[in-house]
């Protein structure tokens, strides 16, 4: 993906997942990788397993934009459960992507291109559990590094700076087989 022009990324996760830290990591790694970042967290009256949203954007250039992301060009789903609370699709560019967190390619149509990941066979693998939380967020931003063409490198690194220790190897571990495993169907 070519960042001549700012693109912008919606998350959707429920509280807990780390849809925020997905988008802090995400911005973290562009910023390593020499483009200019931006992450959006957007908080309201959320609680665990409520639904929660948070923006990033990625560019060659400054960003001077300051608000929540409308019409993104990806759109990141860390439970695919939440398309049936919450249209996840709204406002997606046509061409743009989808990327679920799913096992199995997700039934969506429309003019876009829809790409998937096991982040929770992923993260289990890896001991990615937090009271019983699974936390999906890192091996769905080594898939979306994928997707938009960012170094998986620059992720690991990021991912390692704000974690740090075993948990980090193990965070960054993840993210890496997201970035070989995520599938696309066009």
């Not at 199995?104 to 990941?117: K, S």
């Not at 938009?148 to 490198?153: D, G, K, M, N, Q």
């Amino acid at each position: 993906m070519v960042y001549d022009e700012i693109t912008e990324i919606r998350f959707h996760g429920r509280g807990g997942q780390g849809a925020v830290t997905a988008a802090n990591i995400l911005v973290g790694a562009a910023l390593k990788a020499g483009f200019y970042g931006q992450a959006i967290p957007f908080f309201g009256a959320e609680r665990r397993g409520a639904p929660v949203v948070a923006y990033a954007r990625i560019s060659k250039l400054p960003i001077r934009t300051r608000s929540a992301v409308r019409t993104p060009s990806v759109v990141v789903v860390l439970d695919r459960r939440l398309s049936e609370l919450v249209d996840v699709l709204e406002g997606l560019k046509v061409g743009g992507t989808v990327l679920v967190n799913s096992p199995e390619a997700p039934d969506m149509r429309g003019a876009f291109r829809v790409c998937y990941v096991d982040a929770v066979k992923i993260a289990l693998r890896h001991n990615l559990v937090l009271s019983g939380w699974v936390l999906v967020n890192t091996p769905i931003t080594g898939a979306l590094a994928k997707i938009i063409e960012l170094p998986i490198e620059a992720v690991e690194e990021t991912i390692k700076e704000l974690i740090g220790g075993g948990l980090g190897e193990l965070n960054a571990a993840a993210a890496r087989e997201s970035f070989e495993g995520v599938r696309c169907v066009e």
